[in-house]
C-alpha cells in the first residue's frame, strides 16, 4: 500500500491548490470562499517514480460549532490521524495563528510525523514571515506558493525523504471503471456511495447541498476496479445562486464527461420532474452509458401504480433507453444495490464492445432488404457498407450513395436492429453516415 500524505490546516490556507499542484491537474474546487472543501480527496501521485496517496482534508479549527461543521472536521481529524506524514499547511499573509498553535498541539500528542509548510509566500515579505512558523515545533518551515508553482520541488524532496515508498509506478495498472453518481440534492447520492463500499466514506445528512467536490473512491466489485464517484447535487442551472454551489455545479458537469457509467439517483418519493430528464438527456449526449436509478424504493406504498408511471415517463421522454437501464433501490439498507451493479458491468462491457466488419456487413444487408431506406427524388439510397469507428459508446459510419436524405426515423430503425443482433441492450449507440462507396469492390 502507497504511503498516505495528508494536507491539513485551517481552512483556506491553499491545501487545495497544493493538492492540484502535486496532483498534476485540477481536481479539487479551488475558492476564496472559507470551508469549501468538506469531504477528503484522496487520489494517486507520483513523486520521482514512487507512488504515494495524497490526501486534500476540510479546513479544521474552525469557531463554527454546528453539527455539520463538527462532522467536516470530525472527518478530517480522522483521516489526518490515519496519514504517514501530515503536511501542515499555514498561510505566511495571515502569520501565525492561535489556531495553528493549537492544531499544532494536537498534531504532536497524537504522534504523526509532520512537516510545516508555509504557503503562499511568492512575495518577498511573505518568505522572511516563515521563521515564526518555527514555533509549531515541526523543524525548519518550507516555503512554498502553491499557486505560483515555488517551492514545489523542494517540498517533493522533502515528502519521498521523509517517507520513501517501496511501491513503483507501473504504466500497465488495469484502468477502473468511472462510476459516477449525480441527481438533484438530498437524493441519496453519498449514502448510496457508503452502502456500497460499506463504510461511511462520504458525510451525508438531511442537510441538502452537504457534497460540494465531485469526489472519488476506489473499490472492487466482484473483481472490477470500480472508481466510484459522488457528485454534488444538481439543480437547474437558473436557481443556482449562490457561488460555492455555482462551482460545485460546473464540478458535477465536468465529472458526467469524464466518466465511464454514469447512475442517475431520483428520489422514488419525489418522483421524477423535467431536472431529471435534463440531466439524463446531457448524459447521453455525452455518450456515457446511463443507468437510472430510483432512491428510497421501500417508501413507495403502491409499487404497480408507481411502475406505470416511470414507465409511461420514459416510453415518452427517453425512448433510446431501454427498461433495463432502469432499476429501483435503497442505499439505506443496500436493497437492490447488488443487481445495479451487475447492471453496471452489463452497462460497461456493451460500452466498450467491438463487433467486426463482416458481421456488421453481413447484417446491414438483412436489414436493407428487411426495410429499405426511403427514396430520394424517385431513387432509392444506397447503404453500401458499415464499419466500427469507435467505443465508448460503440460508434458506427455507414457509407451512403445520400447521407443527407436518410431520416432520423431510419436511423432509429438501424438502431434498433443493431440492438437486437449484437446484444446492445443498455449502451448507447451512435449512427453517422458518410457518402462513399464500398472500399472493397473494385
Not at 104 to 114: H, M
Not at 123 to 151: C, D, M, Q, T, V
Amino acid at each position: 500500500m502507497a504511503p498516505r500524505i495528508v494536507l491539513a490546516g485551517r481552512p483556506n490556507v491553499g491545501k487545495s491548490t497544493l493538492f492540484n499542484r502535486l496532483y498534476g491537474r485540477k481536481k479539487a474546487l479551488v475558492s476564496d470562499i472559507s470551508g469549501l472543501t468538506r469531504d477528503f480527496r484522496e487520489e494517486i501521485i507520483i513523486l520521482k517514480d514512487q507512488e504515494f496517496s495524497l490526501i486534500d482534508t476540510a479546513g479544521v479549527y474552525e469557531s463554527a460549532s454546528d453539527s455539520l461543521s463538527q462532522s467536516v472536521e470530525d472527518n478530517a481529524l480522522k483521516v489526518i490521524k490515519d496519514s504517514d506524514l501530515c503536511l501542515f499547511v499555514v498561510d505566511a499573509k495571515s502569520g501565525l495563528t492561535t489556531k495553528d498553535i493549537e492544531f499544532a498541539d494536537y498534531l504532536r500528542k497524537s504522534g504523526i510525523l509532520t512537516r510545516t509548510i508555509v504557503n503562499k509566500c511568492e512575495r518577498g515579505a511573505s518568505k522572511l514571515s516563515i521563521y515564526e512558523f518555527f514555533e509549531l515545533g515541526f523543524g525548519e518551515p518550507l516555503a512554498i506558493s502553491a499557486e505560483h508553482n515555488i517551492g514545489i520541488s523542494s517540498l517533493i524532496d522533502k515528502i519521498v525523504e521523509a517517507i520513501p515508498s517501496n511501491q513503483v509506478n507501473e504504466d500497465n495498472v488495469e484502468d477502473a471503471i468511472n462510476l459516477a453518481i449525480i441527481g438533484k440534492p438530498n437524493v441519496g447520492k453519498s449514502t448510496l456511495l457508503n452502502s456500497l463500499i460499506g463504510q461511511d466514506r462520504m458525510l451525508t445528512g438531511d442537510i441538502a447541498g452537504i457534497t460540494r467536490d465531485s469526489i472519488s473512491t476506489d473499490w472492487e466489485w466482484s473483481g472490477k476496479k470500480i472508481r466510484l464517484i459522488d457528485t454534488a447535487g444538481l439543480r437547474r442551472k437558473s436557481r443556482v445562486s449562490q457561488d460555492t454551489e455555482r462551482l460545485a455545479y460546473f464540478d458535477s458537469i465536468k465529472t458526467i464527461k469524464y466518466s465511464d457509467i454514469v447512475i442517475l439517483l431520483i428520489d422514488a418519493i419525489d418522483f421524477i420532474d423535467k431536472q431529471d430528464l435534463r440531466l439524463a438527456d446531457q448524459v447521453l449526449t455525452e455518450g456515457r452509458g446511463l443507468l437510472i436509478v430510483l432512491n428510497k424504493i421501500d417508501l413507495v406504498k403502491d409499487r404497480k401504480q408507481f411502475d406505470d408511471e416511470v414507465g409511461k415517463i420514459f416510453t415518452t421522454n427517453l425512448i433510446q433507453l431501454d427498461k433495463k437501464n432502469i432499476l429501483k433501490v435503497s442505499s439505506l439498507n443496500g436493497r437492490g444495490t447488488k443487481e445495479m451493479m451487475e447492471r453496471v458491468i452489463l452497462l460497461y462491457d456493451e460500452w466498450m464492445k467491438r463487433t467486426t466488419t463482416a458481421k456488421l456487413n453481413t447484417w446491414l444487408n438483412e436489414a436493407v432488404q428487411k426495410h429499405q431506406p426511403p427514396a430520394r427524388a424517385g431513387r432509392r439510397v444506397k447503404l453500401r457498407y458499415i464499419t466500427q469507428a469507435s467505443v465508448k459508446p460503440p460508434t458506427f459510419i455507414i457509407f451512403s450513395s445520400a447521407p443527407d436524405s436518410i431520416p432520423s426515423s431510419y436511423r432509429k430503425y438501424l438502431i434498433n436492429e443493431l440492438r437486437n443482433a449484437f446484444g446492445y441492450n443498455l449502451s448507447p449507440l451512435r449512427i453517422h453516415f458518410r457518402r462513399g462507396d464500398n472500399p472493397y469492390v473494385n
